[in-house]
């Protein structure tokens, strides 16, 4: 029987713990501004200073199955998964539902349906942000470096200020004795950072 392996973070000094909530694409955020511009015009067309109350409120009080489910995940309620279940099925932000499922999945220690859910997720995808930086964090934290450090690059890629992905892209480096890559990487990550801010990560470029 094979040997079941649960998550376990690798605390390699400095990494960034934690994984990061997929939320509503860059579309359906458009749509919802677009949605509450609507209420700020009237026949007129001018533009009212407060847009109707009772129409806010009906759209405030709609929202997606993804919506609900990552209310209700933020909230920390354990009907969260059954509800990112239910947005899979009705195709409401499969893949930020999917991503998601797999944050659950590594939290109940499920390290194989984690990398799953987030394989799934850019399988539906390609370039989705969180997905990537997640499947990184799992890869990193089982040791295989130049599968995290592929997805912490295409993580920066398609969002260069991810201030996160760039500090584990430079540990990533680090494991892996790239120090070269590692400065470069730890750069751009400084330049996202106050510069006061110290860090670990200094340190052991220095040596």
């Given at each position: 029987m094979a040997k079941i392996i649960s998550y376990q973070p690798n605390q390699w000094p400095g990494r960034k713990v934690g994984f990061r909530k997929a939320n509503k694409s860059k579309a359906e955020i458009q749509e919802a501004e677009g949605q509450l511009n609507l209420f700020q015009s009237v026949d007129s067309g001018e533009k009212e200073e407060t847009p109707p109350v009772t129409k806010l409120r009906k759209l405030a009080s709609h929202r997606t199955p993804f919506e609900e489910a990552l209310y209700l995940d933020e909230a920390g309620d354990p009907r969260a998964e059954a509800r990112y279940l239910e947005a899979i099925a009705a195709n409401s932000s499969s893949a930020d539902a999917i991503c998601n499922m797999g944050i659950i999945y590594a939290g109940k220690g499920e390290t194989a349906k984690a990398i799953g859910a987030f394989t799934k997720a850019?399988?539906?995808?390609?370039?989705?942000?969180?997905?990537?930086?997640?499947?990184?964090?799992?890869?990193?934290?089982?040791?295989?470096?130049?599968?995290?450090?592929?997805?912490?690059?295409?993580?920066?890629?398609?969002?260069?200020?991810?201030?996160?992905?760039?500090?584990?892209?430079?540990?990533?480096?680090?494991?892996?004795?790239?120090?070269?890559k590692a400065m470069d990487a730890y750069l751009q990550y400084r330049k996202l950072v106050p510069e006061e801010q110290e860090d670990i990560l200094s340190g052991y470029l220095k040596k």
């Open positions: 850019l399988s539906l995808q390609p370039r989705h942000l969180e997905a990537h930086y997640n499947l990184a964090n799992v890869y990193f934290d089982a040791n295989n470096y130049d599968l995290a450090i592929v997805h912490y690059e295409v993580a920066v890629e398609i969002d260069p200020e991810f201030s996160d992905a760039w500090f584990n892209l430079t540990i990533a480096f680090l494991a892996t004795k790239m120090h070269k």
